[in-house]
């Protein structure tokens, strides 16, 4: 029972965070007469030697060290003696594990934040290096319409910003101080909590007791985003598997491997394990939740169970940011085989925005360039190879500048909205991502 019941073996992970919720606590207990200045200074030295024992690795664990509190607590006693023992005077073990997961998460996501910084700065440099390539864009897998290469990197760089806007979203809820809740009715000691808040660089206080020492809202959500977040890095993963089989994007060899087998396999797994990622990812957070849906108020062991997905996913996640940074700043798009993937039926929408251009309402113009795709079938030739007479037999009001249509750098030249895929948006992008990350850099 004693080791199914210990958490030592991963809640030692917040030792710096329990021994600063325990220097702020000792602190605020001398204020409301629980301990004399003298016992004070001694008990924030003996912690503080406690945190250079950690720090330096020399830590030792013993038998009864059932999580990260009872270990520092029984080493500062070892230290400074019977006066440890006052540390715990109105604090429960319930107030204080929320406050060091508190802690830990918000200095995690703001670590990620970072990290999210440089994915975006590096792919948007990587994108303007190659604004003038040009690529297939596809629906449903299906050939759709050209678009810049750059224009596809930002697309998938617009949803790790919204990410990135998410995490600095549930920072605010989740950096609030529980500490001096005490087990779940309060402190009788009157401590002050905004003083608690304000040495440990909390936002504020949690608002009521009960709540906040069975609060785990802000593990849930981190581990709702960081389940969205891997989606989105797996479907670039996808997006990339794809091309990369294409010989479209060639793959740096540090984030390939070979087969054990066949000596011409280069397989993408630094990508196919960003994809499988997400999965796992999915489950952490719906292990959670359907932990937390039956609990009744207050504290209960069950959550002791957050914090294994917890610590999983905030290593995943860094990992994986590590390596998609790595797998974009080293590939290869390979502009001969890019270009081969783009087909002339994709100009099909540009046939018909021809004829929209001189007045015809658009839902003829888009059966009258379907009609030219069907005719093209049927002759068993490419659509830019019919002629100006089969266009007119199509339609009159095509005329000899209608040839014109078949240019894909005109074709992308035209999506010349906010957000299109000419040249001079997408550049538009590059500069907003870059300035995004800067602002994630500089907070």
Known sequence: MEKFNESINFDKRMWSQDLRGSIAYAKATQKVGILTEEERDTIVAGLEKVMEEWAAGTFELKAGDEDIHTANERRL????????????????????????????????????????????GASAEFAREHIDVLMAGYTHLQPAQPIRFAHWLMSHMAAIQRDAQRLTELIPRANQCPLGSGALAGNAFGVDREFLAKELGFEGVTSNSLDSVCDRDFVAEFLMWHSLFLVHLSQMAEDLIINNMLKCVDMADAYATGSSLMP????????????????VAIGRSVGLMATLKGLPRAYNKDLQEDKVPLFDAVDTVKDCLAIATGVVVTMKPNPKMLLKALCPE??????????????VPFRETHHISGACVRLAEEKEISIDTLTLQQLQEIDSRFEEDVLKVWNYEESVERKSSIGGTAKARVLEQIDQCVAFAQKLNDA
């Open 77 to 120: 006693t070892e230290i400074i003696g019977p006066l440890g023992g006052k540390l715990h005077t109105g604090r429960s073990r319930n107030d204080q594990v929320a406050t060091d997961t508190r802690l830990w998460i918000v200095e995690a996501e703001r670590d990620i934040l970072k990290d999210i910084a440089t994915l975006l």
């Open 264 to 279: 011409q396999k280069k397989n993408p797994d630094a990508l196919e394990l960003l994809r499988g990622k997400a999965g």
């Open 346 to 359: 994709m100009l099909a929408t540009d046939l018909a925005d021809y004829l929209v251009r001189k007045g």
